[in-house]
């Protein structure tokens, strides 16, 4: 499986300790650890609201909300020049148990990992995010849309069938014009 694409997260999501495997799982594929001789040395960088404990060759920000500007800041300062292949999205938001608020702000949220994917992606790069159904989603996904070739919905297998999570996938980042 090449290391930007993100279906392979999608099938290693029913691990039990999920984020401890994940962030293993994403240095070995993307070769952050230069492991893969010939092959290009990725980077793996995770943002979480809890405490994330470090990982070897990979960059963690824990204790950080993605939707403030000094942890977008700290990932593009860590990023320098580079440009990313991948951004995967599991977050969610705490849920506050009104069902229209949590959908208001997953797609807060999803909005916001997309305007910066759209800053901060190379072309042909591949974008996942967590999302849960709700009315705003066909709009979302129309948005996506016009920066990637493919935009498509998926389940992994690991959901319950009656769980209103599903994922965005989106292939083929054409760009954007600045």
């Known amino acids: 499986m090449p290391y930007d694409d993100p279906m392979w997260w999608i099938k290693y ?12 799982i994403a240095v ?11 092959k290009p040395k990725g980077m793996v960088i995770g943002v979480d609201l809890l405490q994330i404990y470090p990982i070897e060759h990979a960059v963690v920000y824990g204790n950080s909300d993605f939707l403030r500007q000094e942890t977008q800041d700290k ?12 951004v995967l999205l599991d977050m969610a938001p705490n849920a506050t148990g009104f069902r229209a608020l949590d959908q208001e ?12 994917a759209l800053l901060m992606s190379s072309p042909k790069a591949s974008l996942l995010m967590k999302i849960w159904d709700n009315g705003d ?16 919905r998926v389940k992994p297998r690991a959901s319950r069938d009656d769980s209103s ?12 014009e600045r």
């Open 13 to 24: 999501r029913n691990i039990t300790y999920k984020r401890f495997y994940l962030r293993h």
């Open 28 to 38: 070995k594929q993307s070769n952050a650890d230069g492991a893969s001789v010939g």
């Open 75 to 86: 990932l593009r300062a860590t990023l320098g020049d580079r440009r990313l292949d991948c």
């Open 105 to 116: 702000n997953i797609t807060t949220l999803c909005y916001s990992v997309l305007r910066f």
């Open 137 to 152: 989603v066909p709009k979302l996904e129309k948005s996506i849309n016009e920066y990637y070739d493919s935009v498509k």
């Open 165 to 176: 999570e599903n994922f965005i996938l989106a292939r083929g980042f054409r760009g954007i």
